[in-house]
């Protein structure tokens, strides 16, 4: 890629870096997945640090299993679904005599396929994936089995040994896997936003004068929506200016966005609301803690700031951002286009950060995203209802998401939820920083505003998988000002009423 | 076509006519029974379109009429669904993008690869390796060739934006500009399915008869009033059949947006299906999918019958 920035961009770059795209893109297809191959010694590594907590939960542990059945499993495709195949399943199918098929999904498609699978009761699948907003729906429809009546069933521990191995997790993330006081699904794969930046630039003492001589006030990692759009603003240049002392070979821009029509261009969209204070729809609770129903906020000032300061950010994004979904965005960081990218996943580290392998002398870094409200999430697992396995369902999901599990998880580059893999000081070794490097901010992140959010409307309404699609396109309308802010906002809000109205578990109040 | 004797009014020999008559729903006697066999036969496809076309599409109808939001049952639900779809600003959109696609698509391959053919139809070297690569992309499915245009889109390491820029154009961004998305769209459409009609066409312009080309030229016609005089008369029919195929397909458009823009920038490459799809697959909302479907269906049949009365005339006319 020097090479690259010493000549310029010629063809054969354009073939090859098209044809190095197409493979990363479909790699990351899952939500976030890092594209890069499992390092040869994760076995020996994963063996040792089980070696080292004999107490933890492990595959030696699983009882016999009399149900021999094989168990059909879905998972997110890409190095985990791959590192499964090659690496668990077969571990798992000698110890239980359990055999497994891998049913590899991208993310996009997950709910729709499986819900599909689900209404028409085809007991397709043992093991479902699925990501936390859409726990209550399938819960409420009785989609995916309790944890605790499966523990109840198959595992000599019970409802309090289960109770027990869901400690390691993040609470806020298992509040979101949980349904009516029952967990449902076990999250393995934490997608909380970061605010990813360059270092290099964001620091350097010539870029801090110059800010600070612009707009009167420092140069730091900005913690508010005025400061990011200042800041973005200020590291947009055109090719053949300085950045960080250095002529830019091509031009570079303040900020990745994800605005195209995808349903990541909502979870954006959320966090500065959110940030600001704000809410789409607030849950409202009763004095006991139930929820009553759900207040809708927008089109409220808040929310139309909010549109208004994206639209502002847009200003300092590259053009093909309005086409663009996460894996974009973190390449465009990985490719030296953006100073940062405000609200990435943080399971995308591995891709933002390797702008410093591909351009000797860049640092990335990750901090709070602005506003200090994440966008904040999970992906888990849980047994179908009509699973044909339910017991090897089980404790394939247990053995998964066990510390072994999780463990070669964040080996690959994944973003685990259990805070022992996530703190484990393995992780937090130079070493292993552009791989797990995001680890450190994102436990502080998921840890302070989870359980917040876990109460949103985003994950406790039934309807919320239907919802946030319209989410989506309301932001893509706004963004591509098909619509002015309010009107579209108020558009959004009736969908919501309609939609929560026809597949909702709980009613919208009068504001 | 000579009509079968009947066997019970002209015995093949003595031994039959001496047998006991036979009942005419005895397996024997359907098989003899002119009547009756020709339903027989038609039995078997009769099946599958009631099981395949008739039985799902009455489904459809009747489902349109209820609300049936999956899991729950269905409930009869009157008009609601068909106020809902005709009051509903995103369907008229989507169908208006529909409308365009269908309309900028299908007339592009028309002329395109009635051209195209037109030039293949000549001998020249190495016309066997050109005709044979002219059906590259037919064979690519629609799915996978979005995933390649998306990228050969892409402004910043797309080839087709490094060949712009190379001859001093300026940087398009195809997917990302909502004002020529669905143009973008429609290229890869284009691409994909022109081949369709070249085949098409080339195969009616060999099945042409040569003389009537033989007269026109000896009575000095140009060659431009020998293809709107001769050649597009004669091949006119083929024309309507290609053009009605395509603009079926090009109604059900779906995969290649899901592959390059899923509908945006905002909801400019929103069409039709893409709507059905969200109600019905992503809502679980049948009721609400299928009236939009069944309107669909409607328009298309519709414009499908304008055509077919075209193409009869065309037919007579030849």
New interface residues.
């Given amino acids: 890629m020097t090479g690259i920035l010493r000549r310029g961009?010629t063809?054969r770059?354009?073939?090859r870096?098209?044809a190095a795209?197409?493979t990363g893109l479909s790699a990351v297809a899952g939500f976030g997945l890092p594209a890069f191959a499992q390092s040869e010694d994760a076995d020996k590594i994963v063996a040792e640090m089980v070696a080292a907590n004999p107490d933890k939960f492990n595959l030696s542990k699983i009882p016999e299993v009399t149900n021999k059945d094989k168990i059909t499993v879905v998972v997110e495709s890409g190095f985990w679904s791959d590192y499964l195949k090659t690496a668990m399943i077969p571990k798992f199918t000698e110890k239980t005599g359990v055999e497994v098929e891998v049913v590899g999904m991208s993310t996009n498609v997950m709910?729709?396929k499986q819900?599909?699978e689900l209404?028409g009761d085809t007991g397709g699948y043992d093991v479902l994936s699925m990501e936390a907003a859409y726990v209550p729906e399938w819960a409420a429809?009785g989609f995916v089995k309790p944890l605790y009546e499966l523990a109840t069933e198959y595992d000599s521990e019970g409802v309090d040994g289960m109770a027990e191995y869901l400690k390691p997790f993040y609470a806020g993330l298992m509040t979101m896997m949980t349904y009516e006081n029952q967990p449902y699904s076990i999250p393995y794969n934490n997608y909380t936003q970061g605010l990813h930046y360059r270092a290099d630039l964001l620091e350097h003492p010539e870029e801090r004068k110059a800010f600070a001589e612009k707009y009167g006030y420092p140069l730091t990692v900005p913690t508010t929506f005025p400061q990011l759009i200042d800041v973005a603003a200020f590291f947009t240049r055109k090719a053949g200016e300085n950045a960080a002392g250095k002529p830019l070979e091509k031009d570079l821009y303040g900020v990745a966005l994800m605005?195209?029509?995808?349903e990541q261009i909502n979870d954006e969209f959320s966090a500065i609301i959110w940030g600001m204070g704000g809410d789409w729809f607030r849950s409202i609770y009763d004095v006991k803690g139930v929820l009553e129903g759900y207040e809708i906020t927008i089109p409220d000032r808040i929310s139309i700031v909010a549109a208004q300061t994206y639209l502002e950010l847009l200003k300092s994004a590259?053009?093909?951002?309005?086409?663009?979904d996460f894996p974009e965005a973190a390449n465009a960081m990985a490719?030296g286009?953006v100073a940062m990218v405000p609200f990435m996943f943080n399971n995308l580290w591995p891709v933002t950060a390797s702008v410093e392998t591909k351009f000797p002398g860049t640092r990335a870094k990750v901090a709070t995203v602005p506003g200090g409200r994440p966008y904040t999430g999970a992906y888990g697992i849980g047994v179908a209802h009509n699973a044909n396995n339910p017991e090897g369902a089980y404790w394939f999901v247990k053995y998964l998401t066990s510390y072994e599990g999780q463990m070669a998880y964040a080996l690959g580059g994944g973003n685990p939820c259990r805070r022992d893999v996530v703190l484990d000081p393995f992780f937090q070794t130079e070493e292993r920083r552009l791989t797990n490097g995001a680890y450190a901010q994102n436990d502080l992140d998921t840890m302070a505003w989870t359980y917040d959010v876990a109460k949103k409307g985003h994950f406790t309404s039934t309807a919320m998988?239907?919802i946030y699609?319209e989410l989506a396109?309301a932001c893509?309308?706004i963004?591509?000002?098909?619509a002015e802010v309010e009107p579209a906002l108020q558009e959004l809000a009736a969908k919501i009423v309609d939609?929560q109205g026809?597949?909702g578990n709980a009613k919208i109040l009068e504001s | 076509m000579q009509a079968r004797p009947s066997v019970s009014t002209v015995p093949t020999d003595a031994k039959e006519a001496m047998a006991p008559a036979r009942s005419r729903w005895s397996w024997r006697g359907m098989v003899e029974d002119d009547a009756i066999f020709k339903w027989l036969l038609l039995v078997p496809a009769l099946i599958f379109m009631v099981a395949l076309v008739i039985y799902p599409t009455v489904f459809a109808v009747v489902t349109s009429f209820q609300k049936y939001i999956l899991p729950r049952p269905a409930t009869f639900a009157g008009l609601e669904n068909w106020r809902w779809v005709v009051n509903d600003a995103a369907f008229w959109s989507a169908f208006l993008t529909t409308v365009k696609f269908v309309v900028i698509a299908v007339g592009v391959e028309l002329v395109l690869g009635t051209l195209i053919a037109l030039f293949l139809n000549r001998e020249f070297r190495g016309q066997t390796v050109i005709r044979g690569l002219c059906i590259l992309p037919l064979v690519a499915a629609p799915f996978a060739t979005s995933l390649a245009w998306r990228h050969l889109y892409n402004s910043d390491y797309g080839v087709i934006n490094y060949v712009l820029q190379a001859i001093g154009l300026p940087r398009v961004e195809f997917l990302a500009d909502s004002s020529i998305a669905l143009y973008s769209v429609i290229a890869i459409d284009v691409w994909q399915w022109t081949p369709l009609v070249i085949f098409v066409v080339f195969a009616a312009l060999r099945g042409l008869p040569k003389e009537p080309f033989e007269a026109a030229k000896i009575d000095g016609a140009s060659a431009w009033f020998t293809f709107r005089r001769l050649t597009l008369p004669m091949i006119k029919p083929v024309l309507l059949i290609v053009a009605m195929l395509r603009m079926v397909e090009a109604f059900r458009v779906y995969d290649i947006l899901y592959g390059t823009t899923r509908g945006g920038p905002g909801t400019s490459t929103e069409t039709i299906n893409w709507l059905i799809f969200r109600e019905g697959f992503q809502y679980f909302d049948l009721g609400r999918a299928t009236a939009m479907s069944v309107l669909v269906l409607l328009i298309v049949l519709v414009l499908t019958n304008l055509l077919f009365q075209q193409l009869i005339k065309a037919i007579r006319a030849n």
């Avoid at chain 1, 605005?259 to 995808?262: C, I, Q, T, V």
């Avoid at chain 1, 963004?479 to 098909?482: I, L, S």
């Fill in positions: 961009f063809r770059d354009a073939w870096t098209s795209y197409a709910y729709a819900q599909v209404l429809n605005a195209g029509r995808n590259p053009p093909a951002a309005m086409s663009w490719e286009q998988g239907k699609s396109i893509a309308k963004v591509n000002k098909e939609i026809r597949s």
